[in-house]
């Protein structure tokens, strides 16, 4: 296929984002061979277009200030002024990505093939791409004409982060960019409240998730955590039920968390609780459900009823100090 | 605020199990429950607080059969003034596309000030919404959290991004936006009020009404097509201890020390 | 008659004869009662329809029993005694009081009838009564003043301290008391040498022997300034009434006459509407105050103040944000003020009641367990009231989130996990020892039907208890069957949630089911299932819990129990407020666990039988989420540690899932234990 491939490339605070790595990754994967070429919108932009030149070998530089924070409204006439009919681009599957993707693909007159999380190579103009369904239950094989270009977005984590080969070259294209106008407005982030507790610090977590049952029983997970030594976080379902702070929610729409040793406490292991554990931790799951998905991913597994055995865990814990 | 809702009738995910059926062609439908999607039914509550408070009208509607007239009353019992059912069927087998070009159509029908949907639905695909805004060149914004009403020609609106943070911008009407969870706190809805709306006259749009050519919906006008569902051979995966709770624990804490768990 | 020296009727005040200001008085002071009880009779008007008038014979019965007798008065023993001392006291002095009236302007006069003898007894009957009630008054106010008992005491959110209030109609009856005695005292000092009679060291009594030697002009002024006192004070008292917690003098007769006969049910959503109707009603539930019945708004009139329902609610308990004292006091001073003696009622809409006097989780509290409705010394219902709060809050869409999750899987599957139909007889399999058990589901027919209802049929911990009733309904020889994936939840919590349309629904499918098994009897180990099929359900063969064919066969000698394989656990029995309080069935349950040689138990004394502390409560109430200090369940884990038990026997599933988690919570675990009854029948079951 010459389609020509694109990869977005996200950045915060002058680093480029760790989805970048995982495209440049996704898009070998997709199609071999070819080079996909990185393009980098912002204000001030210079470090983050010289980190993509490590990963793509080439990059387009939008350098606007109207572009200082992602505004997808911004973004999408842009790319469609500047990338070629029929290209294939690669996003993350993210909350830019849900804004920026579906109405791409319309207007590039391309298919939409989002929240792909592995790739069965290229058959004509039939991409062949993984995706999961039913919150993950299942999985489905999924076929995308691509004869027009495709617009895919790509699952956090499900490839791995691409090696960084330098020698990329960056253009710079920010004219292209110039008195851009869009009917939606940025105005501010408003960060997720601090807390008591910063858990993206920690080494040691210990994790709840619905399977604790009951918010009195968050108690038995307090006592685990302080005998540890270690600190408490949770899954969404705890913070939705307002047992804990958000702050100590671990996942995509949390806290993203790197600890050496995390204990999952009746958590499934959804992907999005997933997502926001990064580093390859040593992963113990303790679930009274054998066929928990976190069995999957986890390095240690435990089949119990918690209650019964976090106190028991907790003694022995106390004795071994 | 004249506002149109889309809705998607899908599988309970609460109360299912969802199974691949042997041929891998669908999953195994005989047992399942369905119901509207969560995320629409949250744009379906939005939708009617917002009217409660400006005053206007929340119509929803679905691309589907008679099942998916089902879900339309239950959010015409939750208080959406007026329901309207897509049916079609070349409508069928459509992919995200086709059901937006249908949405789209029926959209035009009207002056609607404002567009919802939920973020995503039971493939996961979020794209709706986002396909609908540009097909109406309308600007979109999506996993909305947060809507304020300011001077009737644009909203304030939040939306949640990674980390749990939340995005403020200000965006023309009319417009399109996603909605997520957790953004309101939907009514419930009984058996009573679903009687209650039992035999009000729900209008279907047929493809000529919508002025939808076959060419853009169906089956054979997807670009996008599932061949087959199927579950992934399982990883080598975690280690699995075994024993009572007792030697679980000791295990346990052996492994902890040796990792740096216990400090 | 006997000619005084002076009296009221005779009395001249600077040559205005006073027996016209006495027949004034009661002129106007009666005049105003009777405005005034019309105005407070207004709302009644407007409440729904509440069919009271029938089974006269057991209103008669309740009447003699709860207001006459004062039988729940005792419970709380000193407060309880003190006030049948008061109460008796007033019906005794009613007479003397009607005389003390015509005193003032019939010189001389006694009552028709109390001429002789009857008039000397009653005599003495009334300077003891006087004398008795002026004691327990001072104790009375003694203990409200200084003791301040805690159930008395007004959480802030409610207001100012109902103490002033108390004092004040203490002071009064003292002053009535103490009036009429001085009146007498006064006579009799004058009347010494006529020999009059009067019991000695009573109040009268204590006035003569005080008024001894005093001029009999003096005596005379005395007697008509106590005479007025009394009389002002009488007719002031009674036109007060009816502005205050002691509105119950005058309606708790009523109150208790036209009180709830029928234990368990739930009332219908309108008295008068068939459950076909029910369709086409505009409105659900109470929404506002007229959507109460006549009787609840009487219920509120008649409140007493007295906090022995909130005393007793779990909810209050563990500080969830109900006391049920205050949901009457509240609609008390609503009605008061909406409805009000003097003015006139605020025009416009009636306001809400939720988001009004109430707040939504107020009433979400509430468990159904009934310990108010126990207490209650004049008869007041409060779960119908809770009932109709919730179904008007279905109505309006106002469902907690925690909720709405669990009757959408009721409607959708009709359990509230939303677990697979075909699934719910899965535990038949694990019941062992051969037994195969018959199912509906599978074609079978039986005598007698055992109805799982959703918990014992879904809930792991619970299927053990359904497993163990199949083997011991086995061994006892009954030939049963159980529905299958076509029996649906009962539906009881649904309907005391107030979705009553899920409920009539769960109702239908599940009474054509029951019809399909031809099955003449019912047994049920859940009793949520035993109150719906045998109080909300009709045209269903008669029910019982499995506690009660249990203790028949043991009583029948065709269960013979093995002794304890450990004889050093003591036992305690916790009965759950729907086999106990809503069914009466407190001894069938005892009678088997005695039966276990060796088996040692105790009660909780003060928190047993139909004083039980609700477990935390069942049905929807496992998925609510209340904003609450503490379990239920851990509470009643450590009344059961505090009467010296480490083994809590219980009879319901429910139970067993809050007690079984609170032990847990409590930090109990390894020193108390939970055993259902029927499993620990099945473990002593002889070989």
């Not at chain 1, 994790?207 to 976080?233: C, F, H, Y």
């Not at chain 1, 991913?297 to 022995?316: H, M, S, Y």
């Not at chain 3, 939840?489 to 109702?507: A, C, I, N, P, Y």
Request: with cysteine.
């Amino acid at each position: 296929m010459n389609a020509k491939l694109f990869v977005f490339v996200s950045h915060r605070n002058g680093k480029a984002d760790d989805s970048a790595f995982e495209l440049a990754s996704a898009a070998k994967t997709m199609l071999p061979g070819s080079a996909a070429t990185a393009i980098v919108c912002g204000s001030g932009v210079d470090a983050v277009a010289t980190e993509a030149a490590q990963l793509f070998a080439e990059v387009w530089k939008f350098d606007q200030s109207a572009l200082a924070y992602p505004n997808a409204e911004l973004i999408r006439p842009l790319l469609l002024e500047v990338v070629p009919a029929g290209s294939v681009l690669l996003l993350a599957h993210d909350t830019f990505g849900f804004d920026l993707g579906p109405g791409l693909s319309v207007k590039l007159g391309a298919a939409y093939v989002p929240d792909v999380v592995g790739f069965d190579g290229l058959d004509g103009t039939a991409l062949k791409v993984v995706r999961q369904e039913f919150a993950g239950q299942v999985s489905a094989h999924v076929n995308a004409n691509v004869a027009n270009g495709a617009v895919v977005t790509v699952r956090s984590g499900a490839f791995k982060p691409s090696e960084v080969s330098p020698g990329g070259q960056v253009i710079d294209k920010s004219d292209e960019a110039a008195g851009l106008t869009a009917k939606r407005t940025f105005i501010e982030v408003i960060e997720a409240e601090a807390g008591d507790i910063d858990i993206t610090r920690e080494d040691v977590l210990v994790s709840v998730g619905r399977g604790i049952g009951d918010k009195e029983n968050i108690g038995l997970v307090e006592e685990l955590t302080d005998a540890m030594g270690a600190a408490m976080s949770c899954s969404r379902p705890i913070v939705d039920a307002k047992w804990l702070d958000k702050g100590r929610q671990v996942g995509t729409s949390g806290k993203t968390v790197k600890p050496k040793v995390y204990l999952a406490l009746g958590i499934s292991g959804s992907f999005q609780h997933l997502g926001g554990l990064k580093g390859n931790p040593f992963l113990v799951a303790v679930n009274k459900n054998p066929k928990a998905p976190i069995f999957q991913v986890a390095t240690v597994g435990i089949i119990a009823d918690l209650l019964e055995f976090l106190p028991v865990l907790t003694e022995k814990v106390q004795k071994a100090k | 605020m004249e506002i149109l809702v889309c809705v998607k009738r899908v599988p309970d995910s609460a109360e299912n199990e969802i199974s691949v059926a042997p041929n891998g062609a669908d999953i195994k439908r005989d047992d399942l429950v369905y119901s509207v999607n969560e995320w629409d039914n949250y744009a379906v509550e939005e939708a009617i607080q917002i009217v409660e408070r400006d005053g206007g009208k929340v119509t929803v509607i679905s691309v589907g059969d008679s099942d998916a007239e089902e879900i339309v009353r239950r959010e015409m019992a939750m208080g959406a003034e007026q329901g309207l059912l897509a049916t079609d069927a070349t409508f069928e087998g459509s992919d995200g596309l086709g059901i937006a070009t249908i949405l789209a159509a029926a959209a035009k029908k009207g002056s609607y000030d404002l567009i919802l949907t939920g973020a995503l639905a039971d493939d996961g695909a979020a794209q709706v919404g986002g396909m609908i805004a540009a097909l109406l060149d309308l600007p979109y914004a999506s996993v909305v959290n947060k809507i304020e009403t300011k001077d009737g020609k644009s909203l304030r609106i939040g939306r949640e991004i990674e980390g749990g943070a939340q995005e403020i911008n200000d965006i023309e009407l009319p417009c399109v936006l996603s909605i997520q969870t957790g953004i309101n706190e939907p009514r419930y809805v009984g058996i009573r009020g679903i009687r209650k709306v039992a035999s009000v006259e729900i209008p279907v749009l047929d493809a000529a009404a919508l002025g939808v050519t076959a060419g853009k919906v169906g089956a054979d006008s997807a670009n996008v097509k599932r061949v087959d569902y199927f579950v992934p051979v399982a990883g080598a995966g975690a280690e699995m201890l075994s024993g009572s709770n007792d030697e679980l624990a000791d295990k346990l804490v052996a492994l902890l020390k040796a990792k740096g768990g216990i400090k | 008659m006997i000619h005084e020296p002076f009296s009221p009727a005779t009395a001249t005040l600077a040559g205005f004869p006073l027996w016209i200001l006495f027949v004034l008085i009661p002129l106007v002071g009666i005049g105003c009662f009777a405005w005034i009880m019309a105005r407070r009779a207004a709302p009644l008007f407007k409440g729904a329809p509440d069919p009271r008038f029938d089974r006269i014979p057991e209103r008669i019965v309740m009447v003699l029993k709860l207001w006459l007798a004062q039988w729940r008065q005792p419970r709380y023993f000193l407060a309880g005694v003190l006030h049948i001392v008061v109460f008796f006291g007033f019906l005794v002095l009613g007479a003397r009081s009607t005389e003390m009236v015509v005193l003032g302007f019939v010189d001389g006069f006694r009552l028709p009838g109390f001429g002789g003898a009857l008039g000397e007894a009653y005599d003495v009957a009334k300077d003891v009564a006087s004398t008795l009630v002026l004691i327990a008054v001072v104790i009375l106010a003694i203990r409200r003043a200084f003791f301040k008992p805690a159930r008395y005491a007004v959480p802030e959110r409610y207001g100012k301290d109902h103490t002033p209030e108390a004092l004040f109609v203490l002071g009064m009856i003292g002053l009535l008391m103490l009036s009429e005695s001085a009146f007498e005292g006064s006579l009799l000092a004058a009347q010494r040498e006529a020999g009059h009679s009067v019991t000695a060291f009573t109040l009268a009594w204590a006035f003569q022997q005080m008024f001894a030697g005093v001029a009999t002009s003096t005596l005379a002024a005395v007697n008509l300034v106590a005479y007025v006192v009394h009389d002002l004070t009488f007719f002031f008292f009674l036109c007060f009434l009816p502005f205050g917690k002691h509105f119950h003098v005058i309606t708790s007769l009523f109150n208790v006459y036209f009180m709830r006969l029928q234990l368990g049910n739930v009332k219908p959503v309108v008295h008068g509407i068939t459950d076909a109707q029910l369709d086409d009603l505009k409105s659900f539930g109470v929404k506002k105050f007229e959507d109460f019945t006549w009787k609840h708004m009487l219920d509120f009139y008649s409140c007493v103040d007295c906090g022995r329902c909130s005393d007793h609610c779990p909810a209050n308990a563990v500080k969830r944000p109900l006391s049920p004292r205050f949901i009457s006091i509240k609609a008390r001073d609503y009605a008061f003020e909406h409805y009000p003696v003097f003015g006139k009622s605020p025009t416009g809409d009636a306001p809400n009641l939720i988001g009004g006097i109430y707040t939504e989780d107020e009433i979400w509290s509430c468990t159904t367990c009934g310990a108010c409705e126990e207490e209650c010394p004049v008869g007041i219902e409060y779960i119908d009231k809770m009932v109709d709060l919730r179904r008007g809050m279905v109505d309006e869409g106002m469902v907690p989130q925690s909720l709405q999750k669990p009757m959408s899987a009721l409607e959708k599957r009709g359990n509230p996990w939303g677990k697979l139909e075909k699934k719910r007889a899965e535990w038949t399999a694990g019941v062992g020892e051969g037994i195969e058990v018959k199912s509906v589901e599978k074609g079978d027919t039986a005598d007698t039907l055992y109805f799982v209802d959703s918990i014992s049929s879904y809930d792991d911990r619970s299927q053990k208890i359904a497993q163990a009733t199949a083997r011991v309904l086995a061994k006892g020889g009954i030939d049963f069957a159980v529905i299958g994936k076509d029996e649906k939840d009962s539906g009881h919590d649904v309907r005391r949630f107030g979705e009553e349309m899920l409920f009539q629904t769960l109702k239908e499918q599940n009474t054509e089911a029951i019809k399909a098994s031809e099955a003449k009897t019912i047994v049920v180990n859940d009793p949520h299932a035993l109150n719906a099929l045998r109080n909300d359900y009709k045209d269903v063969p008669p029910v019982q819990h499995v506690s009660e064919v249990v203790a028949l066969l043991i009583e029948g000698g065709k269960l013979k129990l093995n002794p304890l394989a450990d004889a050093t656990r003591t036992y305690t029995f916790h009965d759950p407020c729907y086999l106990g309080r809503h069914n009466g069935t407190y001894d069938p349950p005892r009678t088997a666990i005695d039966a276990i040689p060796g088996m040692k138990r105790v009660e909780m004394t003060g928190n047993c039988r139909d004083r039980s502390f609700c477990c935390g409560g069942g049905g929807l109430m496992l998925f609510y989420e209340p904003d609450e200090e503490q379990r239920m369940g851990v509470v009643r884990v450590n009344q059961a540690k505090d009467a010296g038990a480490d083994v809590i026997v219980t009879a319901c599933p429910f139970c067993m899932t809050n007690i079984e988690d609170a032990i847990k919570v409590a930090g109990l675990e390894g020193k108390m234990e939970v055993i259902d009854l029927v499993e620990l029948v099945d473990r002593q079951m002889q070989q």
